[in-house]
């Protein structure tokens, strides 16, 4: 079956420091690559999504790739600010008709200035 | 996009009590979902909400435990049983437009503690 499998947090950054945060994933076909994030005391929220190999999703600063031949997905950003704090998930689509998405386990970001 | 409104947002109970969820969507959505997020943990999908017809449990979630309404298309509400301190969660809603491969939405949140 599919699953994500996410670098392990939690990750703390001085303000302004490059971000990296790993993804892999295992699936059957060609499923749609999420990053989600949330907030202290809120639900998630798409952050960016690639639908195919080889495109890039970005959003307020962040990027991340559609690696089909590494099955990676990592998450990027230049320079962090102290409102980037928060939990980033991310998730695999399901390329099958039950719509359910598979979520990795989170990564903690604690951005300081 | 689709704007969720969960509710309640939070809640303090006794155990043996039950809750109710209520979510709802500002459009028509094709699928809606629940899922439980323990404290700095992923998500855990309890069950599809489907339309007019029994929810969809995932392995180790029961109806009796977790009954789950969706009587249209835009509303759904999930109720935690009998609860005791490990029912202790939160709980999202979470709905999407497509089936295969489309981005979710998701509610607040009702962060439950139980007593």
């Known amino acids: 079956g599919n699953s994500v499998t996410q670098m392990e947090g939690p990750v703390t950054l001085s303000e302004e420091a490059f971000l990296t945060i790993n993804c892999t994933y295992t699936a059957t076909g060609y499923p749609s690559l999420f990053w989600y994030v949330q907030y202290p005391g809120e639900g998630l929220q798409l952050l960016l999504k690639a639908t195919k190999a080889d495109d890039k999703g970005s959003n307020k600063g962040f990027e991340a790739t559609y690696r089909k031949e590494t099955t990676s997905f990592h998450l990027e950003k230049g320079s962090v600010q102290v409102s980037d704090s928060a939990v980033y998930f991310c998730?695999?689509?399901?390329?099958?008709?039950?719509?359910?998405?598979?979520f990795g386990d989170g990564t903690t970001l604690t951005v300081k200035p | 996009s689709a704007v969720i409104s969960q509710k309640p947002s939070r809640d303090i109970c006794q155990r043996g009590t039950s809750l109710t969820i209520q979510c709802q969507v500002d459009s028509q959505v094709t699928m809606m979902f629940w899922y439980r997020q323990q404290p700095g943990q992923s998500l855990t999908l309890i069950a599809t909400a489907n339309q007019g017809s029994e929810a969809t449990y995932e392995s180790g979630f029961v109806i009796d435990k977790f009954p789950i309404s969706r009587p249209n298309l835009t509303f759904s509400t999930l109720t935690v049983s009998n609860m005791s301190p490990e029912d202790s969660s939160i709980y999202l809603c979470?709905?999407?437009?497509?089936?295969?491969?489309?981005?979710?939405?998701f509610g607040q949140g009702t962060r439950l503690t139980v007593v």
């Open positions: 998730a695999l689509g399901d390329n099958t008709n039950a719509g359910k998405s598979t």
């Open positions: 979470s709905a999407t437009h497509g089936t295969a491969n489309t981005e979710a939405f």
